[in-house]
RNA sequence: UGUCGGGUCGUCUAAUGGCAGGACAACGCCCUUUGGAGGCGUCUGUAGAGGUUCGAAUCCUCUCCCGACAGCCA
């Protein structure tokens, strides 16, 4: 189906949210006082440990969406400086969502690894100033000479050699002549400062390890503190944007940017997207792959772009959600509602409208003549005339939903019951005569009505009006398919306030198998979304092969219907 | 009893000394051949106590609450 190319060809510059928040007004008032030259320029600096996530969404949303507001750039550049946690798949997975939200970084994809060289040059400059120095503390002595929140640490008794000793030492640690562990070379600043990150921060450990992208060329790989801003600074950005939990940690940034005397970024700190009913961190995503609690990083159940993507979220809900949630400082959480809501609001302009039945049951036409078959017109999207109308075989033998009968039907119940009248959608009126049972369950298994041939869609006499509409599909030209129902992962609103794991919703997935598809959607081609008219959107599956279509449920239709048999 | 940061409708977010506003949710009504969509309307908030001021969510003082930080992770 041509939708697909519909939905995504409009790419992220459509639209111009332009919502001010705070990291918005400090750069307006950077480019008044003209502080880096007027320009712009910001990155997205993901770990390859993991899949990106929602979260991270909202920050590429953030860094790309200010440079091309404020006519600025924005790098990609991969913060890659631990090799043993990091991996080419997580790469690729990373260029892909983000090309997939629209975003371009251009000719600027950049590694922390393309740095090592430069990294370890600035840190022999700081040795050099007596700024820093080889210690040969190991871990747990380390963490003793800290102090504690409230205590200071006092010196390591390494922290005094000279800086010839120190350049020696280094260079040695990084010709591989010391054991994993057994030395780091630290910053020199200050063991009493209540700030703990400027406790002589570590600046290189010693790991024989294989880097995805340098090999063996290194055994001494940069912190983070030392690599991040340095490598902000190697690429003159402007405005280096994190997220709160840097933020103890921006003096240090600041500190190894003076001492160096080198192009000084301002790092911006904003509090991180939670979103109600899910956990986001990587650690935690992973462990919910890797203990099998869903398929994969891609689960359709997963918050992870990815998994949005295959549930058949667009790029373009995911950016309107980015864009209502804002950017602050405080601490918040999201209702996971809003997400749902942008999806619904942009797929119900864009997606084609299907009938499609997900618990089948028969219902026949007994005054319908047998062999005929009436092609009817149903409208693709009644948002969007130019998305045209296609065909609908119609005949005596028909499949409606189940939830759409009941033999005891509840106030206000507007559908199909023993005796009621409903429209059957762009066909007829029909009343239910009949119902018949299975002997041995007792379950209904067939319902019996008539039609009024009157009042055909469209046709003058259709004027009569029944207080209830409902899908159905032509049982003898009805496709079968699969229908895969999401509801969310875990079923606490705040997973992390417990035991998460102790949350996880065990439900959170129902496979229908027997689900009845009007015929126009046997050449479905997988991510392509529609709308299944009164039950949701649905995309298809990448698992559907010819003649085996799998649908995944990415949204229901709000459902008032729902709400007030709740109360 | 450390440092840094944060507390505005249920939720997210504006108001930068001058009418506390918007969105979502909720509720009510209208419309509807999707109980969808749409339209109209209603409700709800400045953590607390003092102070400065003609005027305070905003500035000052104190109190309370919440978060981050003691990896050779990022």
Redesign the pocket.
Known sequence: MENKKSLESDKANAEIPE????IR?MIDEDLKTKKFAGKVHTRF???P?GYLHIGHAKSICLNFGLARDYHGLCNLRF????P???EQEYVESIMRDVRWLGFDWEDRLFY?SDYFDQLYEYAVQLIKKGKAYV?????????DY??????P?KDSPYRMRTADENLNLFQRMRNGEFP?????LRARIDMK?????L?D??M????FATHHRTGDKWCI????????GQSDSIERITHSIC?????????LYDWCLEELGIHHPQQI?F?RL?I?YTVMSK?KLLELVEEGHVKGWDDPRMPTISGLRRRGYTPESIRAFAD????????????A??LE?CL??DL??RAP?VMAVLRPLKLVIENYPDGTVEELEG?N???EPAMGSRKLPFSKVLYIEQD?FREV??K????LSPGAEV???????IKCVDVVKSAATGEVVELRCTYDPE?????TQ??R???????WVSAAHAINAEARLYDRLFSAEYPDRENWKDSINPSSLEVLRECKIEPSLAKATPQDRF?????GYFSLDDDSKEGALVFNRAVT?????????K?
């Open positions: 919502r001010k928040n705070f007004e600096p993901p770990e440990n913060d890659d400086t631990n043993t946690k990091e922390a210690c040969d503390l190991n871990a747990d002595q380390i963490r800290r102090g504690t929140l409230t205590e640490g994993n562990g057994s030395r780091t400062s209540p700030n703990l990150n406790r921060p570590v290189y450990r010693i790991l790989y940069p912190m983070y503190d030392w690599a991040h997220t709160l939990e840097f933020e103890n940690h921006r003096r700190e509090a939670n109600t650690r209502r949630v804002g950017v602050a400082r405080r601490e918040n959480t999201s209702d509602l809003w809501e619904r609001n119900n302009k409208r409208v999207n009644p948002e759409d039907p509840p206000k119940y507007f559908r429209r059957l959608r762009y066909a007829y009126i009042t055909k869609s469209g046709s259709s004027a009006k029944v207080k209830g509409t409902i899908h709308q299944f008219e009164r039950l239709l709000r459902d008032t219907w729902a709400k007030i048999e109360s």
